[in-house]
């Protein structure tokens, strides 16, 4: 059974500092795998998707980077605001799995202070 | 629409009730996917569609869940006899190809109560 795992689960970082969230996934056989970021009560943005061929993907100040073979992932954000606050979420959709439902880890909080 | 819709942003109900919630997906996506969120933890599947036919319903927690989607655009979420394990945020997510290995678009989510 893929598990994914995120650490930490808590991150507090002063604002202007980069952001290193990580994700794990137990199952190397991805077809992709997305970051999402959850604002409180709220639902799911996605922020980007990064197939299994790519080793990376980037948006404005996110980078994702991939490493399917070692089961890793990792978003940075550069030069964080206090508008990050936010919980982000990792998720991978399985090859095997044939309608591509993402399995999601439990997902890092972060607070940027001012 | 110009994104996921779900209806009630948030139901609180008494134990035993029955509840319904509903998933307006994008226009057009013919892929539409149920997630529940307990506090704290990632979303969790529960149910696929694909345009009106349930292909996968193996994430529902008991036969006290039904999902259903009959002409291939909104869905709805019944959860029958509700129990107190039932409070979550429940998530409707859409993506437009076939199987879902494209985006996925998601809707604010319904936050149930049962008390």
């Known amino acids: 059974k893929q598990e994914v795992t995120q650490i930490p689960a808590a991150l507090s970082v002063p604002e202007g500092e980069n952001l290193v969230l990580n994700c794990s996934f137990t199952?190397?056989?991805?077809?992709?795998l997305q970051w999402f970021r959850q604002d409180p009560g709220k639902g799911l943005t996605s922020l980007l998707l990064?197939?299994?061929?790519?080793r990376e993907q980037t948006s404005g100040r996110l980078n994702a980077s991939l490493d399917k073979s070692s089961g890793r992932s990792t978003l940075y954000i550069a030069a964080s605001q206090p508008g990050d606050s936010a919980t982000y979420l990792c998720?991978?959709?399985?090859?095997?799995?044939?309608?591509?439902?993402?399995?999601f880890g439990a997902g890092t909080q972060v607070v940027v202070t001012p | 629409g110009a994104g996921v819709s779900q209806s009630p942003r948030y139901k609180v109900a008494k134990r035993g009730q029955d509840v319904a919630l509903r998933c307006d997906p994008i226009?057009?996506?013919?892929?539409l996917f149920w997630y529940q969120q307990a506090l704290g933890q990632g979303p969790e599947f529960l149910t696929y569609?694909?345009?009106?036919?349930?292909?996968?319903k193996s994430g529902l927690p008991s036969d006290r869940f039904f999902a259903e989607r009959p002409e291939g655009s909104v869905s709805t979420l019944k959860i029958q006899r509700t129990q107190q394990e039932d409070s979550a945020v429940y998530l409707c997510?859409?993506?437009?190809?076939?199987?879902?290995?494209?985006?996925?678009?998601f809707g604010q989510g319904t936050r149930l109560t049962v008390v």
């Open positions: 199952d190397s056989a991805i077809y992709n």
């Open positions: 569609f694909q345009n009106e036919a349930q292909l996968d």
């Open positions: 226009s057009g996506h013919v892929s």
């Open positions: 997510a859409s993506t437009p190809s076939r199987a879902g290995y494209t985006e996925a678009f």
């Open positions: 998720a991978v959709r399985l090859t095997t799995d044939s309608w591509g439902k993402l399995q």
């Open positions: 990064i197939q299994s061929s790519q």
